[in-house]
């Protein structure tokens, strides 16, 4: 089948492509899918964009309580939220665009702009021109005319990505606005991180490929194709896994990193043991990474394991196979918690309280995922603090929301002396309201280098 029309046929809700509850728990990634190229991904988006503007946004706004919502930005001074609402290929916003989203009395959204250029056909402009001044002017007419009651501007003190707004163009609003609306105005808090974090079902249909090529490049990049015992370094593995996704037109959003776990190192049972960077691998070494692409507007992070064969092993130690079960486990135990209407801090404390209870030692921080990598949504611990985080922890779990299991867990190794490792598991989940649901399966077994 043609990679596109298959692509565009799951959008379409075709069984061309497996929904997220038809990965399994621990299926193994055997095969790297086929990737459209750039030209290629602008209509399945645009078909996303398009079907969440039309059918999700209406609700958000419903829910977080707006008449109307503008979404202001300067060129190259682009509110971040800006890219999740226009069609592709828009690389920058054209001198002053201001797009606004006013509720209709039947509950539809209605969409447009107060600038230069239509944007697409998403957003055609009621503007014809003229000084910035006069931008402004039009855009406090059409206020008028719409009349809302709640205005909600992208300003948060506590969430980044709601605070897309500068100060500069916040300032040029008020000025031009008369009191009346002024006094209207409100965050969009609630509107942005509902946005952000809610997965429609057209992308939920696409999320699974994207964890996919990311879990295959690391079965790649962990495997002797790229590693030689004895020759290649970590830096090595690392450099080919960001070119390998650059080859593939994908955009990593941080650079991936690799760190050998070696018979010898001294981690202290309850430390944070990030591994040991820039070194040769060697038979007998643990070996981890953690890479993270976007790919038709669909973030993923993941974490994965290795282990380097002796010149007498055949297969991973017992030890370790035991180490990697405790660590699904862990998984699963946090999973359980995934409960509609909990906080981030709640999951958290139950996952600690479990963990206890089943002699695991445990950490976990776990973040939502979605057109970022870090996106907001509720944060379930964090690698330096496995208390409460404030605001972040205390938003609440929603369905349809993505998230990145990850964590690690602390077990001794018999085969080295007891000495303490850690196994690090980051894996990709949505979580659909009554159940956690991997996108591409987890990892249960070690990739093995000979």
């Not at 060129?75 to 069609?87: A, I, N, S, W």
């Not at 929301?401 to 602390?410: M, S």
Request: with cysteine.
């Amino acid at each position: 089948m043609n990679k596109f029309f298959g692509l565009f046929g799951a959008l379409l809700g075709l069984s061309t492509s497996l929904s997220a509850q038809e990965f399994t728990q621990g299926r193994e990634i055997t095969e790297l899918p086929d990737i459209l190229s750039f030209k290629e991904r602008v209509e399945p988006i645009n078909h996303m964009v398009t079907d969440r503007l039309d059918n999700l946004l209406p609700k958000l706004m419903d829910e977080a309580d707006l008449d109307m919502w503008l979404v202001i930005n300067r060129e190259y001074g682009e509110d971040k939220l800006f890219y999740t609402l226009v069609p592709q290929p828009t690389f920058a916003a054209r001198r002053t665009t201001l797009l606004v989203f006013s509720k209709k009395p039947d509950g539809s959204v209605e969409r447009f702009s107060v600038s230069r250029y239509p944007i697409g056909d998403l957003y055609p402009t009621v503007w014809k021109g003229g000084s910035n001044e006069e931008q402004w002017q039009r855009l406090v007419e059409v206020i008028a005319e719409k009349d809302p009651k709640r205005i909600g501007i992208n300003i948060s003190e506590d969430w980044a990505l709601a605070d897309g707004l500068s100060v500069g163009l916040h300032n040029q609003l008020k000025k031009y606005l008369p009191q009346k609306y002024e006094k209207r105005l409100v965050s969009a808090e609630n509107l942005v991180i509902r946005w952000l974090e809610t997965k429609s079902e057209k992308e939920l249909n696409v999320y699974p490929q994207a964890v996919t090529i990311a879990r295959r490049v690391i079965a790649e990049a962990f495997s002797n194709k790229v590693i030689t015992p004895g020759v290649t370094t970590t830096t090595d593995v690392e450099w080919y896994l960001r070119e390998r996704f650059e080859e593939l037109q994908l955009r990593p959003w941080f650079q991936p990193y690799v760190n050998i776990q070696r018979r010898g190192d001294n981690p202290a049972k309850n430390e944070v043991f990030m591994g040991k960077y820039n070194r040769v691998i060697l038979p007998g070494d643990i070996i981890h990474t953690d890479v993270g692409i976007c790919y038709l507007n669909q973030c993923t992070d993941t974490q994965e394991m290795g282990y380097v064969l002796k010149l007498n092993e055949t297969d991973v130690p017992k030890g370790l196979k035991n180490a990697m079960s405790v660590g699904n486990r862990w998984q699963d135990i946090l999973t359980d918690n995934f409960k509609t209407g909990l906080t981030g801090n709640q999951i958290l404390a139950e996952t600690i309280k479990d963990s206890q209870a089943a002699n695991i030692i445990s950490s976990t921080y776990t973040h939502p995922l979605g057109f970022v990598g870090h996106a907001p949504g509720p944060t379930i611990g964090m690698w330096d603090n496995q208390g409460p985080t404030p605001i972040q922890g205390d938003w609440k779990l929603y369905p349809n929301t993505v998230y990145a299991i990850e964590g690690n867990i602390k077990v001794q190794l018999p085969e080295w002396d007891n000495q303490w490792i850690q196994v690090k598991l980051e894996q990709d989940a949505v979580f659909d309201g009554k159940q956690v649901w991997y996108l591409a399966g987890r990892q249960t077994k070690w990739h093995l280098i000979r």
